[in-house]
């Protein structure tokens, strides 16, 4: 029986090896960002792909934003994904938040073009590069490709995939 005990201290030691070498599997998601858990990753954010995050206020509402970004071609990065969690009480429903969006991101109301869609049950607008909704009142939730470089699919994609992070 000894040599069978040798044999399996010996498979044990391989195996936490090969398990400590091995690459750890990619999350897909992107972690919490102020209550939010960021589900889903579009492909474009890869090995290459830094994150910062950093918090603000603006116009009585404060943002907390996680931003993805590579390296651009002749140096600098270039933001490939932001997520935007945004609290203040005048965010009172989603025609407030589009109110505030266009006036944050500098649109003309009548002239921002949003198609609506359903956000797991809750109602949302999206446009060319931004998805953004209200979960509930005093909250909204942008997800922005800011350069167009992910494309409609994987913006709702990634919009679909936050949902509030689970309290334990």
């Known amino acids: 029986m000894p040599m069978v005990g040798r044999l399996v201290a010996a498979l044990a030691a391989v195996l936490a090896l090969v398990l400590v ?19 889903y990753l579009p492909a474009q954010v890869d090995e290459r792909t830094t994150e910062d995050e950093f918090d603000y206020e603006w116009g009585d509402v ?18 490939v994904l932001q997520v935007l969690v945004m609290r203040g009480e005048r965010l009172t429903d989603l025609d407030a938040v589009r109110a505030f969006l266009a006036e944050y991101h500098e649109r003309a109301p009548d002239a921002w ?9 809750t109602p949302a607008l999206h446009g060319e590069t931004e998805a953004f909704w209200s979960p509930e009142s005093g909250v909204a939730v942008e997800v922005r490709d800011t350069f167009g470089l992910l494309g409609q699919e994987e913006l709702l994609a990634t919009a679909r995939g936050i949902s509030p992070t689970a309290r334990g």
């Open 62 to 79: 404060s943002f907390a934003t996680r931003v993805w970004e590579k390296p651009a071609d002749g140096g600098g990065v270039r933001v």
């Open 113 to 121: 073009e949003l198609t609506p869609f359903d956000n797991r049950g």
């Open 21 to 39: 070498a091995a690459p750890a599997a990619a999350d897909p998601g992107g972690g919490d960002v102020d209550g939010f858990t960021v589900g």
